[in-house]
């Protein structure tokens, strides 16, 4: 459940005013220039990351960050991920185990869609890489038997993977990492802020006076934008296809959120979805979840009392949870 005044709203309200896509945070209006608010940008985790607090200190949270990204990053064999799919084991009481925990608890939760097991499939089809490409279908077969938490084992040592299974933290790691952010502004007793993690974000804190945090969200297209909402602290996540594809040489597109039941690109009538929730982690998970359901189960998710959301699909239809108001461009 949604605590009191979660989500509040208010025309008349002066507040920050947030651009949420796939990629970037546009811009932040609204700061009060009297008051301590310190700015840092850094690029962590393959995300440019945008730090703005009040009372706060961006450096520890940036530290924290990079922490992170060494824990999460594939492509660091130093990586507790890396050691993970490399055939090693990594304890349930690191960053890397408690994702891992909590990760498959949520796959266990919200059956079907994400599967964070299917790392042997994005390497495969490299999307986000330098040379992306359709792969043979005997490899994309071969691909799939690795995928599954059948092949995830936990003992007194830890998690560790059969052979040729890998682990893919990009359905869920920036709204894990948010969540641990949290944590340490819970600590250190800062009074208010914003992290952006481009498609993952933590508005945190009490603003002056009651003033909410308002957020524009964009659509598919450039320069689009499909509303605003104005949210007490929350964390928000959007998942799309439209930012991050290849086109191959027939001209047809592919989204670099995979389906690993069939082990290729996922199908979807939606182009965006964005879901506020009081959990960075389930935020980043369901976002990515709803949009490969896509339209067919969209009415299950907008009466949620533990989540709410704003989609659109490719027909221009826009969809408001129960309960949220929507302001529509």
């Known amino acids: 459940m949604f605590k009191k005044n979660f989500l509040k709203f208010s025309a008349a309200s002066a507040c920050a005013v947030i651009l949420l896509v796939i990629t970037a945070v546009s811009c932040v209006s609204g700061w009060n220039a009297d008051e301590n608010i310190s700015e840092e940008n850094i690029f962590v985790m393959d995300a440019y990351c945008e730090i703005m607090l009040c009372g706060g200190d961006t450096d520890s949270v940036s530290d924290l960050l990079y922490e992170l990204e060494g824990c999460f990053d594939r492509y660091d064999e130093k990586s507790g991920i890396s050691v993970l799919n490399s055939g090693g084991t990594v304890s349930e009481n690191t960053y890397t185990g408690k994702f891992l925990k909590e990760t498959f608890a949520l796959q266990e939760k919200y059956k079907g869609g994400v599967e964070i097991t299917s790392g042997a499939l994005t390497r495969l089809w490299n999307i986000t890489g330098d040379a992306p490409h359709v792969p043979e279908e005997k490899d994309i077969n071969a691909a799939l038997e690795t995928v599954g938490t059948d092949h995830v084992h936990f003992s007194d040592e830890g998690f ?161 949870s129960d309960g949220l108001v929507f302001i529509q461009e």
Request: aromatic content about 10%; proline content about 2%; charged content about 25%.
């Open 160 to 320: 560790s993977l059969d052979s040729g299974t890998e682990i893919d933290t990009g359905a869920a790691a920036k709204g894990y990492a948010l969540d641990c952010v949290k944590e340490l502004l819970d600590e250190d007793e800062t009074a208010y802020g914003v992290v952006s993690m481009t498609s993952s974000m933590l508005l945190y804190g009490e603003k002056p006076e009651g003033e909410p945090f308002r957020i524009a969200i964009r659509g598919a297209d450039d320069g689009e934008i499909l509303g605003t909402v104005e949210t007490d602290s929350c964390f928000l996540s959007t998942s799309g296809g439209y930012e991050r594809f290849f086109t191959d040489e027939n001209g047809k597109n592919y989204s670099h959120i995979l389906d690993s039941v069939t082990g290729y690109p996922v199908e979807t009538d939606l182009e965006t979805v964005t879901v506020f929730c009081e959990n960075g982690l389930l935020s980043d998970y369901l976002s990515t979840l709803i949009y490969m359901d896509g339209t067919k189960s969209i009415g299950k998710h907008l009466s949620s009392d533990e989540y709410k959301l704003v989609a659109a699909d490719n027909d221009g239809n826009v969809y408001v």
